[in-house]
């Protein structure tokens, strides 16, 4: 199924409505995603909240188009593919999906049996009740570090391939572009040498002849340069000019010698990292080290009862903050849920590959 037909597919509810489900997810990405698998071969059903406009997390937002190489089983896998792979993984699994929607308060909600459940509330006012609220969101919310020029916001969200652009979503969108790449990372370094071939030209930027990216890929660029194929220039972008919300024209580049350029550019890339904020999350009441949550390696439950943290946002001793890690502790969470879920049911495990019953819930045929 191509990506379009399975973003169409997904279930994605109104906001402002109030909802009523097993498990709340809070964050769409990679571990979030799978995590509707794992609960779903226990019959849990989901609601997933992300503050993006797509599921993907990390993975769709900051690097689509960027390679993955330690997911098992997939030697090399982007990250749109991995996220349309997991989409078309959990779709027999029905969950429900709040985007550009942020999480904002969680409230414990007593029942007439003494049990207890979980409302939590959004930024545009919708209210979703569970027995069990999944932390799944990354490191928080990242946003990109701006470079401190005049007027930047004002050349921001002009279109593809146009004006000011913090991430790569599309490399198609900058074919034939005259693009600038400001900074010295992995990030900067990276995407200047897949745009060199797409690009009409290509001007990196940075402050200093020395760069902090992978040695490989500043022989790379390094390489470009001495082909004449981009332009490397040693100082740091001070202004930009052009039509200000409508189109970038130039870009001034100061020297360390205080010497000025303009450099025509229909697009500039400032890599200058990302700013983690766990944002609302803090204020749950939560026990929190160095801004992640704590949980124990058994179930991936928090301080607080039926409430989880999976993924890069939590916290234990030896932990690794990889996606296949996430994935695992998914699949111990959702063992626990279940007990949280269906009280009084006995939990039975079982092996997809034996188990027809649940061989059935994914759709095999």
Not at 18 to 29: E, K, L, M, R, Y
Not at 109 to 135: F, M, P, S, Y
Not at 268 to 296: R, S, Y
């Amino acid at each position: 199924m191509s990506h379009a037909d399975l973003i169409a597919s997904l279930e994605v509810l109104d906001a402002g409505q109030s909802w009523t489900t097993d498990v709340i997810i809070i964050g769409a990405g990679p571990v979030g995603l799978f995590s509707v698998f794992e609960l779903g071969l226990l019959d849990i059903k989901a609601h997933l909240v992300d503050i993006l406009d797509k599921p993907g997390g990390q993975c769709a937002e900051l690097y689509p188009e960027k390679p993955i190489y330690d997911i098992p089983a997939w030697p090399i896998i982007s990250g749109s593919d991995l996220t349309d792979r997991l989409l078309e993984q959990i779709a027999p699994f029905g969950a429900k999906y709040h985007f550009n929607e942020m999480a904002v308060a969680i409230e414990k909600v007593e029942q007439e049996d003494g049990t207890i459940k979980w409302k939590l509330t959004t930024d545009q006012g919708t209210k979703i009740e569970a027995r069990c609220i999944i932390i799944a969101a990354g490191g928080g919310s990242f946003q990109p570090k701006k470079p401190p020029i005049p007027g930047i916001d004002g050349f921001e969200n002009l279109g593809a391939g146009k004006g000011v652009h913090y991430a790569v979503r599309k490399m198609e969108a900058f074919r034939g572009k005259k693009i600038v790449i400001s900074g010295g990372g992995d990030s900067a370094l990276d995407w200047t040498v897949n745009l060199a071939n797409v690009a009409e030209r290509i001007t990196l930027v940075h402050r200093r002849d020395d760069f902090r990216a992978a040695p490989h890929t500043v022989s790379q660029m390094r390489q470009l340069v001495a082909d004449g194929k981009m332009d490397l220039v040693i100082g740091q972008a001070t202004a930009l000019k052009g039509e200000t919300g409508h189109n970038l024209e130039s870009i001034t580049i100061e020297d360390n010698d205080g010497n000025e350029q303009h450099i025509d550019a229909d697009a500039f890339l400032p890599f200058f990292g990302l700013t983690m904020k766990l944002g609302p999350v803090a204020e749950f009441g939560l026990n929190l080290h160095e801004n992640l949550i704590p949980v124990d390696t058994e179930k991936f439950e928090t301080s607080t009862k039926q409430v989880f943290a999976i993924g890069d946002i939590n916290y234990y001793p030896g932990k690794l903050k990889l996606i296949l890690s996430g994935f695992h502790e998914a699949a111990l969470m959702s063992q626990q849920a279940f007990r949280y879920v269906y009280p009084e049911k006995k939990l039975r495990f079982q092996y997809t590959t034996s188990s027809s019953e649940l061989q059935k819930k994914m759709g095999v045929k």
